[in-house]
């Protein structure tokens, strides 16, 4: 049969707005995330990471937000980019594991 | 800026046929991990790799599968008898010696694998 890859949520925002990309993440004993950046035939780019102990944490035109309440992470980027689109995917480790899970992703469209 | 390279960029291979993936991590890392795609999903765990054994692996990491770092330098996946179903970009990653927990993994550039 025809296999479908999964569709992935589009975000389209114009140069110079602020976007903000959610993710839901799946384990509450998850203590460690990152958002990676990953562009068309490339691999993931680290942008930013947030331990379980902040709830949020900034760095050059980016921001995350983590709330453990309802498992729930954010990535603000600020006076978004040419540049910034890429698909953008939430991962999740939990201590004492080697790995990390990684969220479904989000398209982001930046227009001009 | 030091970076995980990953070879071939591509590879086509038959069903069946045995593929050999490789990666060099970046220098003084010590954690390493090979990660898979399928075009348009999300990124998978397979395996992890410390000390010269598997730390963790998932599901889809099955005895067709296997992982070394034969040389001390390059980091590889082996898939003995690939299916179609193995077509997707394989990722390496790895992580400094201070721990897994707590720390970026670094992410080579990837292989894309289709299976014919």
């Known amino acids: 049969g025809e296999s479908v890859g999964l569709h992935l949520p589009t975000l389209s925002v114009q140069e110079g707005d602020n976007s903000i990309i959610n993710c839901a993440y799946s384990?509450?004993?998850?203590?460690?995330f990152i958002w990676y950046k990953q562009e068309s035939g490339k691999g993931p780019q680290f942008i930013i990471d947030?331990?379980?102990?902040?709830d949020k944490r900034q760095g050059q035109r980016v921001t995350v937000l983590l709330n453990k309440t309802v498992k729930h992470l954010s990535l603000q980027i600020a006076a978004t980019q040419p540049g910034d689109s890429a698909v953008y995917f939430c991962?999740?480790?939990?201590?004492?594991?080697?790995?990390?899970?990684f969220g479904t992703g989000t398209r982001l469209k930046v227009l001009a | 800026e030091p970076e995980v390279t990953q070879t071939p960029s591509h590879q086509v291979t038959q069903m069946g046929q045995e593929v050999i993936l490789r990666c060099v991590p970046i220098?003084?890392?010590?954690?390493f991990y090979w990660y898979r795609q399928i075009l348009g999903q999300k990124v998978e765990f397979l395996v992890s790799?410390?000390?010269?054994?598997?730390?963790?692996k998932s599901e889809i990491f099955d005895d067709q599968f296997s992982v070394e770092r034969p040389d001390g330098s390059n980091f590889t996946l082996k898939i003995r008898s690939t299916k179609l179903e193995d077509s997707a970009m394989y990722f390496c990653?790895?992580?400094?010696?201070?721990?897994?927990?707590?720390?970026?993994?670094?992410f080579g550039q990837g292989t894309r694998l289709t299976v014919v």
């Open positions: 991962a999740e480790n939990t201590s004492g594991t080697y790995k990390y899970i």
């Open positions: 384990n509450s004993a998850s203590d460690y």
């Open positions: 947030i331990r379980s102990n902040m």
């Open positions: 220098s003084n890392h010590l954690y």
């Open positions: 790799f410390y000390n010269n054994e598997i730390s963790e």
């Open positions: 990653a790895t992580q400094p010696g201070q721990g897994v927990m707590n720390t970026e993994a670094f």
